[in-house]
C-alpha cells in the first residue's frame, strides 16, 4: 500500500475511534490512544470536558483514579 493509501487509511480509522471514546474535539483519537498509567495531567481538579479541550488536551473520564484531562501525543502529518 502507497503512503497515500495509508494516511487514508489511518484517517478513516482515526475518525471512527474518536467518535467512540473520550471527548477530543480538534485532536485524533490516536493523538488520545494513550495508556492510563502513561497520561500526564493537563488540567485541575474537577476540570470539565469542554475546559480541558480549550486547553488543547484530551479529555477521558471513564478511567477512575487516572488523569481525565491529559496531554496529547503528538502525531506526525502525512503529506500528499
Known amino acids: 500500500m502507497d503512503l497515500k493509501g495509508l494516511c487514508f487509511v489511518a484517517f478513516a480509522l482515526m475518525l471512527g475511534f474518536s467518535s467512540s471514546v473520550g471527548e477530543y474535539v480538534g485532536l485524533s483519537g490516536n493523538q488520545c490512544?494513550?495508556?492510563?498509567?502513561?497520561?500526564?495531567?493537563?488540567?485541575?481538579?474537577?476540570?470539565?470536558?469542554?475546559?480541558?479541550?480549550?486547553?488543547?488536551?484530551?479529555?477521558?473520564s471513564s478511567i477512575p483514579e487516572v488523569p481525565w484531562c491529559f496531554k496529547p501525543l503528538q502525531e506526525a502529518e502525512c503529506t500528499f
Open 33 to 60: 490512544a494513550i495508556p492510563a498509567s502513561e497520561r500526564v495531567d493537563c488540567g485541575y481538579p474537577e476540570v470539565t470536558a469542554e475546559q480541558c479541550n480549550n486547553r488543547g488536551c484530551c479529555f477521558d
